[in-house]
């Protein structure tokens, strides 16, 4: 078997689409792609209270699809592109995954620890994300490089250096770049090793932040530890100093996320 035959035949793709609701035409289609990925990123938050609860983060397709499905929690990109990949892929559509380095907020370069993919349709190859939080895509993208493409709340355009394509985004400050990658294919083993270091690695952002994102076609929300941010209309709104109660109630009240009976959140990010 070659190893980019991932498992789909396991997914449940009535229950995805119910949980994302979705009731449209299931074709091969960039209109489909489009309403598909704009219903996932609005309906399935990004998050990563496991990593805080010292739960281990299951990647494969069963162990997404009971999280994020059946149990409605959210996730992080290996989770969320999965079975957002899975569910593609079931339709008809081709798909490559891909791994990027993510530039956002940061100086140095870092490891690749991003994942999105790769749409192949008529109309020409489409990057697709569900899974990158705060500023992703809300649609699908063309690959095609120096076009601005709208999305719900921003702008967002690819730009080349050399073999290495570059996301980058204009919302309400300047271009800032979110990620790097190329279109070397990547496979479940790379994400397994991808995903520890983000779940594990005391540098990386993941382990000592409460990070939840969610949009939708009016706003955008974003959390970091104590900080909510609202952006909506253009103009971007922060209400901090979150008290420990008031972040349980906008995690369960504003992202659907609700910890389970006596658990608390302890990370650098809120302690500090």
Known sequence: MHPSAHDTA??????????????????????????????????????????????P????????????????RGGYCFEQNTLFVAALRRIGFKVT????????????????????????LPEGPFIADVGFGGPGLTQPIRLVEGESQAQA??????????????????????????YAFTLEEHFPVDYEAANHYTSTHPDSLFVSN???????PEARLTLRN????????????????????????VLKSRFGLELPAGARLSCAGLNG
């Open 10 to 55: 396991s997914l449940d793709l009535d229950a995805y689409l119910a949980r994302i609701g979705y009731r449209g035409a299931l074709a091969a289609t960039r209109e489909v792609l489009d309403a598909l990925h704009s219903a996932h990123v609005y309906s399935i938050p990004f998050e990563n209270l496991d990593v805080l609860l010292g739960r």
């Open 57 to 72: 983060i299951r990647i494969d397709l069963a162990s997404v699809q009971s999280k994020l499905v059946k149990a409605r």
């Open 97 to 120: 995954t891909l791994l990027a380095r993510v530039r956002f907020q940061r100086s140095e370069v870092g490891p690749r620890t991003h994942m999105l993919s790769l749409v192949e």
């Open 153 to 178: 709340h921003d702008v967002v355009g690819l730009r080349r250096e050399g073999h290495v394509w570059v996301l980058e985004s204009r919302g309400r400050e300047p271009w800032q770049d979110l």
């Open 210 to 216: 409460v990070l939840a994102a969610l949009a939708s």
């Open 226 to 249: 104590r900080q909510l941010g609202v952006f909506r209309g253009g103009r971007f709104e922060r209400f901090g100093d979150l008290g420990d109660d008031e972040l349980l109630d």
